[in-house]
């Protein structure tokens, strides 16, 4: 069925850049809106950023101005460009879409996470 395939998180220094990317493969009728959540240990997932494929986007006031969201509604992927790296930034990020599969109603889809670590 849906699956999301997070790839590119590891680990950096304060102050240096990663890019995370997801791939949604499937059943794919239609993609509404693809983003990220993170999970730092001990904390509850939150919100990172949001991307609909209208291209209007939704950035945590934490990561503004230093992230950007991207998506290619054409292959089916959304990226995240993490500049200005901080500790606090360290997390498990979990892709997430809004999906619409093939005859099937539109729900959320999450990817199994990857471990972005910024050392100070």
């Known amino acids: 069925q849906v699956q999301l395939v997070e790839s590119g998180g590891g680990l950096v220094q304060a102050g240096g850049s990663l890019r995370l990317s997801c791939a949604a493969s499937g059943n794919i009728l239609r993609i509404y809106v693809m983003g990220w959540y993170r999970q730092a240990s001990g904390k509850q997932r939150e919100l990172v950023a949001i991307?609909?494929?209208?291209?209007?986007?939704n950035y945590a006031d934490s990561v503004k101005g230093r992230f950007t969201i991207s998506s290619d509604n054409a292959k089916n992927t959304v990226s995240l460009q993490m500049n200005s790296l901080k500790p606090e930034d360290t997390a498990v990020y979990y892709c997430?879409?809004?999906?619409?599969?093939?005859?099937?109603?539109?729900?959320?889809?999450w990817g199994k996470g990857t471990l972005v670590t910024v050392s100070s």
């Open positions: 991307v609909t494929n209208g291209g209007t986007t």
């Open positions: 997430y879409a809004n999906i619409r599969p093939i005859g099937g109603s539109v729900r959320d889809y």
